[in-house]
């Protein structure tokens, strides 16, 4: 086993879990499911059946990572912060199995703030930062900061997490990367 699991986590039958990845206390990692190296699954996680998760990616406690939902690399998930998976839950007309599960994608490097919801079926673009609390009800594009509810754009971020100001050019520096961003056609594109 190349990978750390608590005592008291449960990982199913038919789960691939990469080098260095650690599932810590109370956390279960069901069937199917494939996590790739140097991943940190927190307190009382649970990963659905079928779900695929990339390398290096944090998920804090008491997150649960549904089926049909899928984190690119680096991806970063805030305590309590909840996916979902179908748009028309009721209990008397239950929706089980994968054929009614809406996809959800949360592209590399995107951060997902504590007590945040993706609402099922929207794509988390490149780079971009979900603030706390926040409720996600559209394609949230690369590198955006999106708050509130519904969450809508006030901002942008560049990859390494600094705000973006560009000048009279739509140019942005990013001091901590040395990276360099344009703002077009209401996007930002990395130079």
Known sequence: ???????????????????????????????????????????????GNNVTIGNFVKIQNNVSVYEGVTLEDYVFCGPSMVFTNILDPRSKYPQVGAKYYIKTLVK?????????????????????????????????????????????????FSEAGKKLVFDENNIAYCEKSGKKYKFENDHVVEL
């Open 1 to 47: 086993m190349d990978y750390f699991k608590h005592e008291s986590a449960y990982i199913d039958d038919n789960v691939e879990i990469g080098e260095g990845t650690k599932v810590w206390h109370f956390s279960h990692v069901q069937s199917g499911s494939k996590i790739g190296k140097k991943c940190v699954l927190g307190q009382n996680v649970n990963v």
């Open 108 to 156: 590399e490097g995107a951060s997902l703030g504590a007590n945040s919801t993706i609402v099922c079926g929207h794509t988390i673009g490149r780079f971009a930062f979900v603030g706390a609390g926040s409720v996600v009800t559209k394609d949230v594009p690369d590198f955006a900061l999106v708050v509130g509810n519904p969450a809508r754009i006030v901002g942008w």
